[in-house]
């Protein structure tokens, strides 16, 4: 089970720190990423970090969104600066293995950056 929290409103330019606390897996065998969402388009991959800590960002994302994970908490975070309108979507993670990269996923949360 993977539970998404940190969601909220900000203004444009602003931080947030988002959160998803793994249960039920062996946390630190997984990849983990984070996706978005927003109505009328597909779940982008937002950014992903390896077992090994190894991370990957869309170009969109890139030099603002920092993926880190803490195998000894079982928790994934995305600290998200300088936000902008178009940050906004729900936001999901999720955790895979080999050819599944996305065997899980958390409940969304919704980060909404006002202009």
């Known amino acids: 089970q993977l539970q998404a929290s940190g969601g909220g409103l900000v203004q444009t330019g602003g931080s947030l720190r988002l959160s998803c606390a793994a249960s039920?897996?062996?946390?630190?065998?997984?990849?983990m990423s984070w996706h978005r969402q927003t109505p009328g388009k597909q779940r982008e991959l937002v950014a992903t970090?390896?077992?090994?800590?190894?991370?990957k960002y869309a170009d969109s994302v890139k030099g603002r969104f920092t993926i880190t994970r803490d195998n000894a908490e079982n928790t994934v975070y995305l600290q998200m600066n300088s936000l902008k309108p178009e940050d906004t979507a729900v936001y999901y993670c999720?955790?895979?293995?080999?050819?599944?990269?996305?065997?899980?996923w958390g409940q969304g949360t919704l980060v909404t950056v006002s202009s």
């Open positions: 999720a955790a895979g293995r080999g050819s599944y990269p996305t065997q899980f």
């Open positions: 970090i390896s077992t090994g800590g190894n991370r």
């Open positions: 039920g897996i062996i946390f630190r065998n997984y990849v």
